[in-house]
């Protein structure tokens, strides 16, 4: 056996030649014509609107030139499930399919479709001059706002697509769903009851296994999750909570009919011998290095906090036979084990640090790759609307603007995720005061209780603690980035971390210092060996596990 298969994850393609205002604002009026989001709303969110169909295509083209022809999206293939978005990504994926035979493999995630309803969304673009307006799906239209009924997600039934193996196509060797052999949507749903009981509401389940080739499974698990709410509502999308943030925590709760299926499928692929790749939109196990404890305690439940698996989810999962599992959802790329489990958190393709990840198949086993895009270009027309919008604004970006190309702009754009949200929305008060007073210096010695010798005391009292916040969310996002950052700035948090050890104590340095340790001195990850069953046979050589510093 040599069979090769892509893994691409978080899409999020924007289409910026699009009609998402209905055609109501003339193109003149629009930066070069296009239909782009603003800089206020990028620096605000974990993915690139405006670049990510560039990302997007970068990615296949590498894909195509490696001569893949089967590809696994693990969810958000499109913005927010609007029609021109989910459009344009099925176009693009299918022109691949049309030019080079591959051959997509997906599943849902929580931008893509939206229960049994859909939701109206509320989106900003620039005009040429730099100010914006709001295209609604909900609102009327009024000063600065166009109604467009066409501005939401669509719902599963309205939107799951044809293609990318969620229904049948005859070429597979085998398909099914948890529900059996029919792919006919009315076939495939299951009931959640509102807690009080009053409200009972059908959904669809997008899962199923499919056998693309001779020996391969792949099953793709639908982790979405809407439960109704106690109550009465207008709208029938308020209906009920999703679970953007709760995931497997929420499946295992309310769809333990998957459990069952999945340990089914994994008794059969055993007995048959066949090779199972799941894949879901969210983790199946911890995948931020078991560092938030320490988050949680300083700052509550951050969207990191809520959005990651319990260890009593990863368990049952493990118990059902999950063994090897790829992720999107959080725009990360770490590699994460519990139980049995190996979950590959796989990177967006619309963020830092891009990429992919590349499976290849052996008799005896497996090897997994990382694989980075770089060298790709940014489009002026777009970098010259943010300026004039950052202009006329006054929105601080730092150096942004300055970056040469699409991997520049995108750590960039990390570190100003990490200003605009993590720091100014997820910490306390208290604790960016601290930070905004403090330096490095001050960081080792508060939270590690050392002396430092002269030399030291100068150069960590010239680096702002500030630079250490910025580099946990970009060692968080790229567990790889100690292996990949200029020498010169790795040299200096390496010394930081030989100087401060693992420290104790619950105070904000201390746990900084922790947080950072755990991501930063992690092994490498980049390119791993599997057995037959999944187990990692190189990575630690002592254990042949993934480590984290402790």
Same mark, same amino acid.
């Given at each position: 056996?040599?069979?090769?298969?892509?893994?691409?994850?978080?899409?999020?393609?924007?289409?910026?030649?699009?009609?998402?205002?209905?055609?109501?604002?003339?193109?003149?009026?629009?930066?070069?014509?296009?239909?782009?989001?603003?800089?206020?709303?990028?620096?605000?969110?974990?993915?690139?609107?405006?670049?990510?169909?560039?990302?997007?295509?970068?990615?296949?083209?590498?894909?195509?030139?490696?001569?893949?022809?089967?590809?696994?999206?693990?969810?958000?293939?499109?913005?927010?499930?609007?029609?021109?978005?989910?459009?344009?990504?099925?176009?693009?994926?299918?022109?691949?399919?049309?030019?080079?035979?591959?051959?997509?493999?997906?599943?849902?995630?929580?931008?893509?479709?939206?229960?049994?309803?859909?939701?109206?969304?509320?989106?900003? $673009?620039?005009?040429? =001059? /730099?100010?914006?307006? #709001?295209?609604?799906?909900?609102?009327? !239209?009024?000063?600065?706002?166009?109604? &467009?009924?066409?501005?939401?997600?669509?719902?599963?039934?309205?939107?799951?697509?044809?293609?990318?193996?969620?229904?049948?196509?005859?070429?597979?060797?085998?398909?099914?769903?948890?529900?059996?052999?029919?792919?006919?949507?009315?076939?495939?749903?299951?009931?959640?009851?509102?807690?009080?009981?009053?409200?009972?509401?059908?959904?669809?389940?997008?899962?199923?296994?499919?056998?693309?080739?001779?020996?391969?499974?792949?099953?793709?698990?639908?982790?979405?999750? $809407?439960?109704?709410? =106690? /109550?009465?509502?207008? #709208?029938?999308?308020?209906?009920?909570? !999703?679970?953007?943030?709760?995931?497997? &925590?929420?499946?295992?709760?309310h769809r333990p009919y998957l459990l069952?299926?999945?340990?089914?499928?994994?008794?059969?692929?055993?007995?048959?011998?066949?090779?199972?790749?799941?894949?879901?939109?969210?983790?199946?196990?911890?995948?931020?290095?078991?560092?938030?404890?320490?988050?949680?305690?300083?700052?509550?439940?951050?969207?990191?906090?809520?959005?990651?698996?319990?260890?009593?989810?990863?368990?049952?999962?493990?118990?059902?036979?999950?063994?090897?599992?790829?992720?999107?959802?959080?725009?990360?790329?770490?590699?994460?084990?519990?139980?049995?489990?190996?979950?590959?958190?796989?990177?967006?393709?619309?963020?830092?640090?891009?990429?992919?990840?590349?499976?290849?198949?052996?008799?005896?086993?497996?090897?997994?790759?990382?694989?980075?895009?770089?060298?790709?270009?940014?489009?002026p027309a777009i970098l010259s609307a943010?300026?004039?919008?950052?202009?006329?604004?006054?929105?601080?970006?730092?150096?942004?603007?300055?970056?040469?190309?699409?991997?520049?702009?995108?750590?960039?754009?990390?570190?100003?995720?990490?200003?605009?949200?993590?720091?100014?929305?997820?910490?306390?008060?208290?604790?960016?005061?601290?930070?905004?007073?403090?330096?490095?210096?001050?960081?080792?010695?508060?939270?590690?209780?050392?002396?430092?010798?002269?030399?030291?005391?100068?150069?960590?009292a010239a680096i702002p603690a500030m630079?250490?916040?910025?580099?946990?969310?970009?060692?968080?996002?790229?567990?790889?980035?100690?292996?990949?950052?200029?020498?010169?700035?790795?040299?200096?948090?390496?010394?930081?971390?030989?100087?401060?050890?693992?420290?104790?104590?619950?105070?904000?340095?201390?746990?900084?210092?922790?947080?950072?340790?755990?991501?930063?001195?992690?092994?490498?990850?980049?390119?791993?060996?599997?057995?037959?069953?999944?187990?990692?046979?190189?990575?630690?050589?002592?254990?042949?596990?993934?480590?984290?510093?402790?």
């Amino acid at each position: 056996m040599h069979q090769r298969f892509a893994i691409i994850a978080d899409p999020h393609l924007h289409n910026v030649r699009g009609n998402y205002r209905g055609g109501r604002i003339a193109a003149d009026r629009l930066p070069g014509g296009m239909e782009l989001r603003t800089l206020a709303d990028t620096v605000q969110s974990t993915r690139l609107f405006n670049e990510s169909e560039a990302g997007f295509r970068a990615v296949l083209d590498d894909i195509a030139v490696r001569g893949i022809r089967h590809v696994i999206v693990v969810g958000d293939y499109s913005d927010d499930g609007q029609d021109e978005s989910v459009a344009a990504s099925l176009a693009l994926m299918q022109s691949y399919a049309d030019r080079f035979g591959m051959r997509f493999f997906s599943t849902v995630g929580n931008h893509d479709v939206y229960g049994y309803s859909g939701r109206s969304l509320d989106r900003s $673009f620039l005009l040429e =001059d /730099g100010a914006s307006f #709001l295209v609604s799906g909900s609102r009327p !239209d009024g000063e600065g706002v166009l109604f &467009n009924p066409a501005m939401r997600c669509r719902s599963y039934a309205e939107s799951l697509p044809r293609g990318l193996g969620f229904f049948r196509d005859g070429t597979e060797l085998h398909w099914e769903t948890p529900f059996g052999a029919s792919d006919d949507l009315a076939d495939r749903q299951y009931t959640l009851s509102s807690p009080d009981g009053r409200h009972e509401r059908r959904f669809i389940d997008a899962s199923y296994l499919v056998e693309p080739v001779e020996g391969v499974w792949l099953l793709s698990i639908d982790g979405n999750v $809407f439960v109704p709410r =106690d /109550g009465d509502f207008d #709208l029938a999308e308020d209906a009920f909570d !999703d679970s953007t943030d709760a995931g497997y &925590n929420a499946l295992v709760a309310h769809r333990p009919y998957l459990l069952d299926w999945i340990a089914d499928v994994s008794r059969r692929a055993e007995r048959l011998g066949k090779r199972l790749i799941a894949f879901a939109h969210y983790p199946a196990v911890d995948p931020f290095d078991a560092t938030l404890e320490d988050e949680r305690r300083l700052f509550g439940r951050t969207i990191f906090v809520r959005r990651t698996p319990s260890k009593d989810t990863a368990a049952l999962l493990a118990k059902a036979g999950l063994r090897l599992h790829f992720s999107g959802h959080l725009h990360i790329d770490n590699v994460s084990q519990q139980d049995g489990i190996v979950n590959v958190a796989v990177p967006s393709t619309a963020g830092y640090p891009g990429g992919y990840r590349l499976l290849t198949l052996h008799d005896d086993g497996a090897e997994l790759e990382t694989i980075r895009v770089t060298g790709l270009a940014l489009d002026p027309a777009i970098l010259s609307a943010y300026r004039r919008e950052a202009e006329q604004s006054g929105l601080d970006v730092g150096d942004l603007l300055d970056a040469g190309d699409f991997s520049a702009f995108s750590i960039r754009h990390l570190r100003e995720i990490v200003h605009h949200r993590f720091f100014a929305k997820e910490w306390t008060p208290e604790a960016r005061a601290a930070i905004e007073r403090m330096t490095l210096a001050d960081i080792a010695r508060e939270g590690a209780g050392v002396a430092l010798s002269p030399e030291q005391a100068v150069r960590f009292a010239a680096i702002p603690a500030m630079r250490l916040v910025e580099a946990i969310y970009i060692a968080r996002h790229n567990a790889a980035w100690r292996l990949e950052m200029p020498e010169d700035e790795r040299a200096s948090f390496d010394a930081l971390l030989d100087i401060c050890g693992m420290p104790a104590g619950e105070g904000l340095a201390a746990s900084l210092l922790r947080i950072f340790r755990r991501h930063f001195r992690k092994d490498d990850f980049r390119r791993l060996t599997f057995s037959r069953d999944w187990e990692i046979v190189t990575g630690s050589p002592e254990t042949g596990a993934i480590r984290i510093a402790r």
